[in-house]
């Protein structure tokens, strides 16, 4: 979808590159899929000169992988016509793209704090605890 979206905002082929780490789990370890992705803002022409394209709105790039998502769905078979159409009048969509973080080449520690960041458990496992069954006074092991 990036590739394609360069490819018609610069008017030539572009070849970008991207790391994208698909998430589950929200607040409460509820599911809510989502991506964090470390995405190149440009890419590079048939002649090897790169090419910078600023993601600075993302509302078009918003609305242009709604549209591929849902087209999915349809070539799947996985919903119908009436279903679309649905979808497409909503008017908070529920996609929403946030490039307000940005990595520069030479941010080494930003690039492994979120590489850390995007590896990280579902759920923070220090906030786990054990807590035993008490039964009558009496402590069982669960």
């Keep these: 979808m990036i590739q394609d979206y360069y490819n018609e905002v610069s008017g030539r082929c572009v070849l970008t590159g991207l790391v994208l780490s698909y998430q589950t789990a929200g607040d409460f370890a509820r599911w809510n899929p989502y991506y964090h992705g470390l995405v190149l803002e440009g890419g590079f022409d048939e002649q090897g000169n790169f090419v910078y394209l600023p993601i600075s709105c993302t509302k078009q790039m918003t609305e ?79």
Excluded at 72 to 93: E, G, R
Excluded at 97 to 125: H, M, T, W
């Design 64 to 142: 242009a992988f709604r549209r591929l998502v849902i087209k999915h769905f349809v070539d799947k078979k996985m919903i119908n016509n009436d279903f679309t159409h649905n979808l497409l009048s909503w008017k908070n969509s529920g996609f929403s793209i946030d490039n307000s973080v940005r990595i520069f080449g030479s941010a080494d520690k930003a690039r492994e704090s979120f590489a850390q960041y995007i590896a990280r458990c579902p759920i923070s496992l220090e906030k786990i605890r054990y807590e035993p069954i008490q039964k009558q006074g009496v402590i069982q092991n669960a």
